[in-house]
């Protein structure tokens, strides 16, 4: 059955990012779990033995106070600790330490730019607590068996949630990609939703288009990329709109998603949602922060992707397109800079990158720090092109080349002798050849006809093999005809 009614989805994110300390939340075990040992990165503290006490990493706050500045949050003079209280496996202590009502940041906001529209997104609160150990499932043989590896658990994570203020799939994906450019230009994580640095989970609701009202929301949790995010909306935007259009009521519930099937599914309803029992952390002291101390840490700010953007629309004169596609990632940025400092043409710098290489760069669904080509090679092939030693068609070809082995343009120019034919007695001669062999075109020429000049200049080309400068191919024709 079609979906009758036009529904517009209300979304909101709680996303959670590992902060990148050296040792964990409350102890000083190393936070460098990924790739470790199982259950090596342990003491009495992150292992819940009884009678240990937490201390504070005080750079892990410093970062949660950090992000929070860049996420434009208010900080409350005075915040504190609360216990969240769950019994599962992978919570050793029965509770996890995080924040309830007192969180370090709130009421703040980002903008997110999704399909060429810039939205202003509020951060309800971001609040530090701990990573939770890590379950491994195992089905071996028909046994099933979950492992338990705790080196995770006590890693600062750092909890950001948005107001619902997100109107469609890919608004919410341009909201978590713009979440992970802001830690990562901050420094404070990887955002590596891969390896779990960050992970999501989506609040979704439907209301019919024009009214004010929300509906009740679906939380799909643990997603862990930005692709699952957007398709996981997709799916149950479509779910919920069928269920409202034959008449069902939405149950407020937490849903999974099924990557492989790509269906979200029930995991609990509200009736069994949790009851934390919060209650203030009697083993940690509270939070008091200063004005200066916020400024201190305000001043240890980096330039942040907005105030980058707005940069480049100055400083080098792009428009507000270019300069959000340019300050996508950290890497790109650093790209196009490196490139304009060797190359002081900022548009056809950013048409490159914008154009050719962003293409090279999805086809190969790759990263840009991780091709072996590097701005000097890139600002190599722009002169090769200022020289007239390549024309622009073979200059693109030249790039797929070097951006994957690395290697120079102009020896890749010459390796497969691409060089341009700027040979005007060659020229001349495959000009006269081809009005020769096609005294028709000289005819429609005579008569006026332009299509003639296109044909001719098609026929020169693809005598010198495509490599004639189509300029001087251009000016020697018209010489040509005129004459004859
Ligand atoms: P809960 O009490 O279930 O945790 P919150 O009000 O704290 O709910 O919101 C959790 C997340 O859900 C937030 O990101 C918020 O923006 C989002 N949210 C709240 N209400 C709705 C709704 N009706 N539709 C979609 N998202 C919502
Ligand atoms: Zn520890
Ligand atoms: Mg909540």
């Not at 990148?20 to 009495?44: D, I, L, R, W």
């Not at 939205?119 to 089905?139: F, N, P, S, Y």
């Not at 009214?211 to 935007?237: D, M, P």
């Not at 090769?384 to 102009?410: C, N, Q, W, Y």
Request: net charge negative; hydrophobic share 40%.
């Amino acid at each position: 059955m079609a979906v009758t009614t036009t529904y517009e989805p209300v979304i909101g994110l709680e996303t959670h990012v590992q902060l990148m300390t050296q040792s964990k939340m409350f102890c000083s075990c190393s936070a460098a779990y990924a790739g470790a040992e199982p259950n090596t990165h342990v003491c009495p503290v992150c292992l819940a033995m009884p009678g240990v006490l937490p201390v504070m990493n005080r750079l892990a706050v410093e970062y949660a106070f950090m992000t929070g500045l860049a996420l434009n949050c208010q900080i409350p003079e005075a915040s504190k600790f609360d216990r969240k209280n769950y019994a599962y496996p992978d919570l050793l202590k029965g509770y996890q330490i995080s924040q309830f009502d007192l969180p370090f940041n709130i009421n703040g906001w980002i903008t997110v730019e999704a399909e060429g529209v810039t939205t202003r997104v509020g951060i309800t609160r971001a609040h530090l607590e701990e990573d939770t150990a890590k379950l491994i499932h195992r089905h071996d043989n028909g046994d099933s068996r979950s492992l338990i590896d705790m080196n995770r658990s006590g890693v600062p994570l750092l909890e950001i949630v948005s107001e619902p203020d997100l109107r469609s799939p890919a608004e919410a994906r341009a909201y978590l990609q713009k979440i992970r450019l802001i830690v990562r230009t901050l420094g404070v994580s990887t955002g590596n939703m891969e390896e779990g640095a960050m992970r999501c989970d989506v609040n979704v609701s439907l209301r019919p288009v024009g009214t004010e009202k929300f509906g009740t929301k679906v939380e799909i949790k643990n997603l862990n990329s930005a692709r699952s995010v957007l398709r996981a909306l997709e799916y149950e935007i479509e779910r919920q709109a069928r269920a409202l259009d034959s008449g069902e009521l939405i149950s407020q519930e937490t849903r999974g998603w099924d990557e492989d099937k790509s269906v979200t599914f029930s995991q609990r309803s509200k009736e069994e949602a949790h009851d934390y029992r919060f209650f203030p952390e009697p083993d940690l002291p509270p939070v008091f922060i200063s004005a200066e101390w916020v400024e201190e840490l305000r001043a240890r700010l980096p330039e942040l992707p907005d105030q980058r953007r707005e940069r480049y629309v100055q400083e080098f004169q792009l428009s507000p397109y270019d300069a959000v596609q340019l300050t996508s990632s950290v890497e790109v940025s650093h790209f196009f800079e490196e490139t304009v400092r060797l190359y002081p043409n900022p548009k056809t710098v950013a048409n490159w990158i914008e154009g050719d290489l962003f293409r090279i760069l999805r086809e190969r669904d790759t990263e840009i720090d991780t091709l072996p080509m590097g701005p000097p090679q890139l600002v190599e092939l722009l002169q090769l092109i200022d020289r007239g030693t390549i024309s622009h068609g073979t200059a693109k070809e030249v790039l797929e080349d070097a951006a994957f082995s690395g290697k120079s343009p102009a020896s890749i120019v010459k390796e497969k002798g691409l060089t341009q034919i700027s040979d005007t007695e060659e020229l001349n001669r495959a000009a006269a050849a081809a009005i020769a062999a096609n005294p028709q075109a000289l005819a429609d020429y005579k008569a006026g006809k332009k299509q003639a000049m296109g044909f001719l200049t098609g026929q020169v080309m693809r005598a010198t093999g495509g490599k004639a400068n189509p300029a001087l191919v251009n000016e020697i024709l018209r010489a040509h005809l005129d004459k004859a």
